[in-house]
């Protein structure tokens, strides 16, 4: 029997409730959809120790969240713009550690009853606790995320955890900002038990009172793996260790982003020079972190992805999203299974429709498999697994698709065979079914040409693996009403997709930005540049594959059409360089054909670059300059997003900068092309651009809105931060 004694005072987060001897503190911020850590919030947590301290009736103390699907997802990021200085953010991390430090220190063990999110500052705090629970949910997920914000964790986490966990797991969890589920968390020490969410708070009770009157002790021991003793349990074993954590993040991070190296400084100072100064290190390098480009970047990003969620996707009040609980795919190809891949995992009922049973079976083969990795994952149930399979239907037909309530075409990049789709299938469904197509470059408008209700009709632009990447690119055209973007936005955001909508032209944004910098780096081969200096050159700016290797693996025939198609739409500066034209011409594909700019073995796997394939290029070879090839390539993707913008294809420079960096691997440390041009300033950006402009006119004419901003000392966001 529990007694409410006081409820959560208006505006409070945090309500008590008394079981027995054990409080109850269950967090629930208002008006928000989860807990996070905030100065108000650690006030009230204050006010909760000294409460346990001073009343002898309570025994054990017990926290837990009131949010359906989370504990505490971390701290509060609104307030990290405020941080003006690295000793502000020092101060914030210490006044953090001292909250947590005096929680652990209690008079009363604490429990953390976890049910949801339990992310960041969140985990910290169930660090601190004495006992922690968790619930087997599959919403349940423990990490400690900072360093994707380039942060590192600053209540403790960086010492906390490795007591718990072993040095080597907490690694792999700190360096890597990796989510643990339930079971894992279990497996590896860092909950001590796991239950079902029903009982959670009951046993989270029972718990505290056992730890109270010492039936149960905490366990200490965690159950290493022998190889891991030995590595951990000796300074000697420790050190390799971290040599080889060290390797690991600069061969990942080429030396790009500081946080996983600060993380691992925190740790190694808490393992060589005690506790207290682990702290204290932690704390310092908190405060630098948060000061550095990088982190402003990627909480920038942050930030954008956010406001995202909640952008409808159109300007005013937008209309009512139809709810789309049935979709239509065309086309079981690549793209086609692996839209109807993640469809079915949100409950649609999908119809799948190719040309032949065949090519009908491999889509679902294809499908399965996506979802099968799922269930090999541990990341569904089997019945979970049974019940998405069962969603989807294949047809060569139109039947079924009557009571569709969105069709995603994703047949042969073909103008002609999208139009004679979109046309066959349009009296199939209903006047009001909205009509999305996949392509990647064709403009909607002239796909659109082909319908009776051209209204519905736009692009819903995924990214290939569809399951993996995060970006859907949204596409209106001239005629495409509100209600059917509402509604593709809203169903892309189902997807678990992050949604830009951009306007109608050759190659949207993605492609058409894309398009530019691959170009160039083949206008580099024109003129003898190696494949390896292009690759390691753009990699090396924080691209995750160079432009030639990611050529390889979209398909070199794929890249030659959309080359053509762009220099007909965009004009000279698009004009496809000769060396694409004459590999295209010998009939290299990429990897798919086992042939490409690289060598690839029968399994595919890619080994070094095909010397062969410079006699296909047939230039004499010369060393080009490191900086001039990093600077032709992304500048020729800056200028035209630019342009973009200019020309009104993107809504904003904010979609431009999530779209680079989710859609095309624009580095994220960098925050996306406009915050480049911001960084680096546009005035400086314009100078570098008419340089180039005087030896390779007319490909680096800057942009009309970037003179202006050069010349009137603008940029595109007010703050930076
Ligand atoms: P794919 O070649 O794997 O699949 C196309 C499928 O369409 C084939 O199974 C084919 O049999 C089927 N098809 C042809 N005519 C049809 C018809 N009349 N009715 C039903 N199905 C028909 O091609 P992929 O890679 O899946 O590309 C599809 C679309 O997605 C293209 O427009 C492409 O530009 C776009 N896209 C592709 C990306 C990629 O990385 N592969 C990325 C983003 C967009």
Not at 358 to 387: C, N, P, Y
Not at 432 to 445: D, E, F, M, Q, R
Not at 659 to 670: S, T, W
């Given at each position: 029997?529990?007694?409410?004694?006081?409820?959560?005072?208006?505006?409070?987060?945090?309500?008590?409730?008394?079981?027995?001897?054990?409080?109850?503190?269950?967090?629930?911020?208002?008006?928000?959809?989860?807990?996070?850590?905030?100065?108000?919030?650690?006030?009230?947590?204050?006010?909760?120790?000294?409460?346990?301290?001073?009343?002898?009736?309570?025994?054990?103390?017990?926290?837990?969240?009131?949010?359906?699907?989370?504990?505490?997802?971390?701290?509060?990021?609104?307030?990290?713009?405020?941080?003006?200085?690295?000793?502000?953010?020092?101060?914030?991390?210490?006044?953090?550690?001292?909250?947590?430090?005096?929680?652990?220190?209690?008079?009363?063990?604490?429990?953390?009853?976890?049910?949801?999110?339990?992310?960041?500052?969140?985990?910290?705090?169930?660090?601190?606790?004495?006992?922690?629970?968790?619930?087997?949910?599959?919403?349940?997920?423990?990490?400690?995320?900072?360093?994707?914000?380039?942060?590192?964790?600053?209540?403790?986490?960086?010492?906390?955890?490795?007591?718990?966990?072993?040095?080597?797991?907490?690694?792999?969890?700190?360096?890597?900002?990796?989510?643990?589920?339930?079971?894992?968390?279990?497996?590896?020490?860092?909950?001590?038990?796991?239950?079902?969410?029903?009982?959670?708070?009951?046993?989270?009770?029972?718990?505290?009172?056992?730890?109270?009157?010492?039936?149960?002790?905490?366990?200490?021991?965690?159950?290493?793996?022998?190889?891991?003793?030995?590595?951990?349990?000796?300074?000697?074993?420790?050190?390799?260790?971290?040599?080889?954590?060290?390797?690991?993040?600069?061969?990942?991070?080429?030396?790009?982003?500081?946080?996983?190296?600060?993380?691992?400084?925190?740790?190694?100072?808490?393992?060589?020079?005690?506790?207290?100064?682990?702290?204290?290190?932690?704390?310092?390098?908190?405060?630098?972190?948060?000061?550095?480009?990088?982190?402003?970047?990627?909480?920038?990003?942050?930030?954008?992805?956010?406001?995202?969620?909640?952008?409808?996707?159109?300007?005013?009040?937008?209309?009512?999203?139809?709810?789309?609980?049935?979709?239509?795919?065309?086309?079981?190809?690549?793209?086609?299974?692996?839209?109807?891949?993640?469809?079915?995992?949100?409950?649609?009922?999908?119809?799948?429709?190719?040309?032949?049973?065949?090519?009908?079976?491999?889509?679902?083969?294809?499908?399965?498999?996506?979802?099968?990795?799922?269930?090999?994952?541990?990341?569904?149930?089997?019945?979970?697994?049974?019940?998405?399979?069962?969603?989807?239907?294949?047809?060569?037909?139109?039947?079924?698709?009557?009571?569709?309530?969105?069709?995603?075409?994703?047949?042969?990049?073909?103008?002609?065979?999208?139009?004679?789709?979109?046309?066959?299938?349009?009296?199939?469904?209903?006047?009001?079914?909205?009509?999305?197509?996949?392509?990647?470059?064709?403009?909607?408008?002239?796909?659109?040409?082909?319908?009776?209700?051209?209204?519905?009709?736009?692009?819903?632009?995924?990214?290939s693996?569809?399951?993996?990447?995060?970006?859907?690119?949204?596409?209106?055209?001239?005629?495409?009403?509100?209600?059917?973007?509402?509604?593709?936005?809203?169903?892309?955001?189902?997807?678990?997709?992050?949604?830009?909508?951009?306007?109608?032209?050759?190659?949207?944004?993605?492609?058409?930005?894309?398009?530019?910098?691959m170009?160039?780096a083949g206008?580099?081969l024109?003129?003898?540049?190696?494949i390896e200096?292009i690759d390691?050159?753009l990699?090396?700016?924080?691209?995750p594959v160079g432009p030639i290797t990611l050529l390889d693996e979209v398909g070199i025939d794929i890249g030659g059409?959309?080359?053509?198609?762009?220099?007909?739409?965009?004009?000279?500066?698009?004009?496809?360089?000769?060396a694409m034209?004459?590999v295209v011409?010998a009939g290299r594909t990429g990897r798919k054909g086992g042939s490409g700019f690289y060598r690839y073995d029968?399994?595919g796997k890619k080994g070094g670059v095909d010397?062969?394939v410079?006699?296909v290029?047939?230039?004499?070879?010369?060393?080009?300059?490191?900086?001039?090839?990093?600077?032709?390539?992304?500048?020729?993707?800056?200028?035209?997003?630019?342009?973009?913008?200019?020309?009104?294809?993107?809504?904003?420079?904010?979609?431009?900068?999530?779209?680079?960096?989710?859609?095309?691997?624009?580095?994220?440390?960098?925050?996306?092309?406009?915050?480049?041009?911001?960084?680096?300033?546009?005035?400086?950006?314009?100078?570098?651009?008419?340089?180039?402009?005087?030896?390779?006119?007319?490909?680096?004419?800057?942009?009309?809105?970037?003179?202006?901003?050069?010349?009137?000392?603008?940029?595109?966001?007010?703050?930076?931060?």
């Amino acid at each position: 029997m529990s007694t409410v004694v006081p409820s959560a005072v208006q505006g409070q987060t945090l309500a008590s409730a008394l079981a027995g001897d054990v409080l109850v503190v269950t967090i629930d911020q208002p008006n928000e959809p989860v807990n996070t850590l905030s100065p108000s919030l650690a006030a009230e947590f204050e006010e909760v120790c000294v409460r346990v301290t001073g009343d002898l009736l309570i025994n054990g103390l017990v926290l837990i969240s009131g949010k359906p699907d989370a504990f505490i997802a971390g701290a509060d990021i609104e307030q990290f713009p405020e941080l003006r200085s690295s000793e502000d953010a020092e101060r914030i991390s210490r006044l953090g550690q001292d909250l947590l430090g005096r929680l652990e220190n209690l008079r009363v063990p604490v429990v953390a009853a976890i049910h949801g999110a339990c992310l960041g500052g969140g985990l910290e705090l169930a660090l601190a606790c004495r006992y922690r629970i968790c619930t087997d949910h599959p919403k349940t997920t423990l990490a400690l995320p900072e360093v994707q914000l380039g942060l590192i964790p600053g209540m403790g986490g960086t010492q906390r955890l490795p007591r718990r966990v072993g040095l080597q797991a907490a690694l792999d969890m700190i360096l890597t900002g990796r989510t643990v589920r339930a079971r894992r968390a279990l497996q590896i020490g860092l909950v001590d038990e796991m239950v079902h969410p029903a009982i959670l708070r009951d046993l989270a009770v029972q718990r505290a009172r056992a730890l109270a009157d010492g039936s149960l002790k905490p366990s200490r021991s965690r159950s290493f793996r022998a190889s891991s003793l030995l590595l951990e349990h000796n300074p000697l074993g420790r050190g390799v260790v971290f040599k080889k954590a060290r390797e690991s993040v600069m061969e990942k991070t080429h030396g790009q982003y500081p946080a996983p190296l600060a993380a691992l400084d925190a740790v190694q100072t808490g393992y060589t020079e005690g506790h207290e100064e682990g702290f204290r290190r932690e704390a310092k390098l908190f405060g630098e972190m948060a000061m550095t480009d990088v982190s402003r970047q990627l909480v920038f990003l942050f930030f954008a992805t956010n406001a995202l969620k909640k952008d409808p996707g159109v300007d005013g009040t937008p209309p009512r999203p139809r709810t789309v609980e049935r979709l239509g795919v065309l086309g079981a190809g690549f793209m086609g299974a692996g839209i109807a891949s993640i469809a079915v995992q949100q409950g649609t009922l999908v119809r799948l429709k190719d040309t032949d049973t065949a090519r009908v079976g491999k889509g679902l083969a294809s499908l399965r498999s996506v979802v099968q990795e799922r269930l090999t994952k541990r990341q569904i149930t089997r019945h979970q697994f049974d019940d998405y399979l069962a969603l989807v239907g294949g047809t060569t037909d139109y039947s079924g698709f009557a009571s569709t309530d969105l069709v995603i075409e994703a047949v042969f990049e073909d103008v002609a065979l999208k139009q004679r789709v979109l046309a066959e299938v349009e009296p199939a469904i209903e006047p009001s079914a909205v009509y999305a197509s996949n392509t990647s470059t064709i403009p909607i408008g002239r796909i659109a040409e082909a319908a009776h209700h051209p209204e519905r009709v736009l692009g819903m632009h995924f990214f290939s693996p569809v399951h993996r990447m995060p970006l859907l690119e949204v596409i209106a055209a001239e005629h495409t009403s509100r209600e059917a973007i509402v509604t593709a936005v809203a169903y892309g955001k189902r997807l678990g997709k992050t949604v830009i909508v951009v306007n109608d032209g050759p190659g949207f944004y993605t492609t058409r930005t894309l398009a530019a910098y691959m170009n160039e780096a083949g206008r580099l081969l024109d003129e003898g540049a190696s494949i390896e200096s292009i690759d390691t050159a753009l990699e090396g700016f924080g691209f995750p594959v160079g432009p030639i290797t990611l050529l390889d693996e979209v398909g070199i025939d794929i890249g030659g059409k959309v080359g053509l198609v762009l220099a007909e739409a965009l004009g000279a500066r698009m004009t496809p360089s000769e060396a694409m034209r004459r590999v295209v011409t010998a009939g290299r594909t990429g990897r798919k054909g086992g042939s490409g700019f690289y060598r690839y073995d029968p399994t595919g796997k890619k080994g070094g670059v095909d010397e062969s394939v410079y006699q296909v290029i047939g230039v004499q070879r010369r060393e080009l300059n490191r900086e001039e090839i990093i600077e032709r390539c992304v500048l020729a993707m800056v200028n035209e997003a630019v342009r973009c913008f200019e020309e009104g294809i993107l809504r904003s420079p904010r979609d431009g900068d999530v779209g680079a960096v989710f859609g095309i691997g624009f580095p994220p440390f960098r925050g996306g092309p406009f915050r480049y041009v911001d960084s680096v300033g546009p005035a400086r950006i314009v100078d570098r651009l008419e340089d180039l402009n005087v030896r390779y006119a007319p490909r680096f004419k800057p942009a009309e809105l970037l003179m202006d901003m050069a010349a009137q000392r603008r940029s595109f966001y007010a703050d930076p931060r």
